[in-house]
């Protein structure tokens, strides 16, 4: 089962209009399954009143039958929210015809789907901007392959990909990989949501989690929030296994409420 995890961020640039709103972050579900339909997380969904419902990728994997539930599950969120997705490198590695297909249906049934693109959601007169960003594969590093150790996903890079950030509003960007959080920040992005790392996979208490999927030891951004030169970090453990094992380390719902004021933040438990 997974366990609900609750932040509340705080930042001058917030319009008052957005005051209490309050975001489900899902990430890397990796086709798991909480219940018939995934009854039991959709339950968890609707106990934390989200104002919007917002996933970063790797919600399944290269089986049909993930492909379906995560249909499903988007399906019933989108009845009572609104609901924006990301993709993460295990969609990039489907087929390309897969990939288009799940993409539409998502959008069919109502899901905002960010592909290098931004959306602007309204409160009242006010206004912030949500923006989704897809990492070029190369940029996955493999610790393993020599090529791809030194690249890094530049403030620039994301800029190409995104154009510039819109400075008179606050900013919520979807990146499924925190490891260039630096360069998002750099670009402009107030307020980050990603997944990825399945928070180290294994916990060792006092010291974080243990392994990146690129086989970094201790990674810097392995799950929880994090705040650099005024700008937010939200990673989410994620709500799946991938890789089999998950040790201290259990499943996350990811729930922030946002608050107008000077930067700061409340990480509360479940
Ligand atoms: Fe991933």
């Not at 007169?125 to 493999?142: E, F, H, I, R």
Request: hydrophobic share 35%; net charge positive; proline share 4%.
């Amino acid at each position: 089962m997974f366990r609900a995890v609750y932040y509340k961020i705080k930042s001058y640039r917030l319009p008052e209009e957005f005051e209490g709103f309050r975001i489900v972050h899902l990430s890397d579900l990796h086709g798991a399954v909480y219940g018939k339909q995934n009854r039991k997380l959709i339950e968890g969904i609707q106990k934390a009143r989200p104002d919007a419902v917002v996933m970063t990728g790797d919600m399944a994997d290269h089986s049909r039958h993930a492909i379906e539930r995560l249909v499903g599950l988007s399906r019933r969120l989108c009845r009572r929210y609104p609901v924006y997705y990301v993709v993460g490198n295990h969609e990039q590695c489907l087929k390309e015809s897969a990939l288009t297909s799940l993409i539409r249906k998502l959008e069919a049934i109502g899901v905002t789907v960010l592909e290098n693109s931004r959306h602007t959601i309204t409160r009242g007169n006010a206004s912030v901007q949500l923006y989704g960003l897809v990492t070029p594969m190369v940029y996955y590093k493999d610790r393993l392959r020599e090529y791809e150790k030194g690249i890094d996903f530049s403030a620039e890079e994301v800029r190409k990909a995104l154009g510039n950030a819109d400075k008179r509003r606050f900013g919520i960007l979807l990146a499924h990989n925190p490891l260039y959080y630096p360069s998002y920040r750099r670009w402009g992005a107030d307020l980050t949501f990603s997944g990825h790392i399945h928070g180290g996979i294994i916990r060792i208490p006092g010291l974080g989690g243990l392994l990146s999927p690129d086989l970094t030891l201790f990674p810097r951004y392995d799950g929880g929030y994090f705040q650099e030169k005024g700008k937010h970090l939200v990673v989410s453990r994620g709500l799946g296994n991938h890789f089999l094992v998950r040790v201290l380390n259990p499943p996350e719902l990811v729930v922030v409420t946002l608050h107008t004021g000077v930067c700061s933040h409340n990480g509360i438990g479940p």
